[in-house]
Structure formats: C-alpha cells, structure tokens
C-alpha cells in the first residue's frame, strides 16, 4: 500500500478534536480545493481569519492538517491534509458518550457537506461549462441481491480500483486538470415485509 493508500483509522482525541462543523468544512476544503490559508479559508466559509485560524491550529494538534512545507510566511501560513485515507469510525455501542457524540456530529457534518457537493453538481447549469466538461460524470444506483461474502469480495474490488486510480491521477497538475470527486457506497438496506420477486425477474 503506497503513502496515498494509507489507512489513518481516527482515535478519540481527533475524532474529538474534528467534532465541529465549521472543523469538518475546513478539513473537507482542505481534501478538495487543496492548501488554503487562514485567509482563504476565510472567505470560503464566511468566518473571520481569526476564528479559522483558531481551528486550524487545533485540528493540526491532532495531525488531522500539517502545514505545508516550504511556503508561506510566519504571517501567511499555508496548510493542507496530509495524503492518505480516513477511516472515521461512526458511532456505535462500544465508545464512551463522549465519544459517540462527536463520532455523530463528525459523521452528520461530512455526508451533510457531500450531499451538498452533489445537490450543487446536479443543480449547475451546463451553459456554464466547457463542453468537454458538460457529460463527464455519473450518478447511479443500483439495488443487488447479495451475500455478506459476495459483498465483502465486491468491495474489495472496488478498493483495488480505487487504489488504482489514485496512484494513476492524484498530483496531476495542468490547464485541462480539474478536482474531481470520485464516491462510493456499498451498504445493505434494511429489511422491511418480504420482498417479492416480480414477474421479469424470474422464479
């Protein structure tokens, strides 16, 4: 597993550190739009630069943020996320209370902010966009009959693809290069009644 690859599952102090939501965008602009300053967070997120300033400083006393070598000024510091993957733990019956509730509000906030990221995909008009750009990405769901096994074996496949495209694409730099989002979700529904097998999908 290469450094981009590499699995960085929260302990309670970051997950702790992390539960605010203004901490949650900052850490989720950082991913998307790349190194920021306190400025420039700032006036994407409408806060003061003292206030992001503040919260930079305690997400980078959990190495949730570092800053970025080499650039900036004792008055201008740059941040950024380190490479590498995040497993957030969600909430569950084995943490402490306190735990629990920021893995809840940690676990809100981001699919709140991507939920948003998407509903702001679907909603820009396309005049707007270079025409090479204009039907470029996808949304689909798709609904299988599978076993905990097939399941696990599927999403093993999919992290091998996705390990594959970030060793091939991240870091790329140049005119015709845009951020792009690339999401997966791979969960059992609950069930509910018995489901029936309809006439086209056979006995």
Not at 45 to 66: C, F, K, M, P, Q
Not at 123 to 129: A, I, K, L, V
């Amino acid at each position: 597993m290469t450094e981009n690859t590499q699995i960085r599952t929260l302990d309670s102090g970051a997950l702790k550190a992390l539960a605010h939501p203004l901490r949650v965008r900052i850490f989720d602009l950082l991913a998307s739009q790349g190194p920021q300053t306190a400025s420039s967070l700032a006036a994407l997120v409408g806060e003061t630069s003292g206030s992001t300033s503040y919260h930079l400083r305690a997400l980078a006393a959990h190495d949730l943020i570092r800053e970025v070598e080499g650039r900036g000024t004792a008055r201008e510091r740059w941040w950024e996320r380190p490479k590498g993957r995040i497993d957030m733990p969600g909430p569950d019956d084995t943490m402490s209370p306190a735990s629990r509730a920021a893995a809840q509000i940690v676990t809100s906030e981001f699919f709140r902010l991507r939920h948003e990221t998407l509903m702001a995909y679907l909603n820009r008009p396309q005049s707007q966009e270079p025409e090479e750009w204009r039907d470029v990405g996808m949304t689909a769901t798709t609904h299988l009959d599978m076993t905990a096994a097939q399941v696990m074996e599927l999403r093993e496949e999919v992290e091998a693809f996705l390990e594959s495209a970030i060793a091939r694409f991240r870091g790329q730099t140049g005119p015709d290069v845009r951020r792009v989002s690339l999401r997966t979700d791979i969960f059992d529904l609950p069930k509910i009644g018995t489901r029936q097998t309809s006439p086209e999908e056979g006995s």
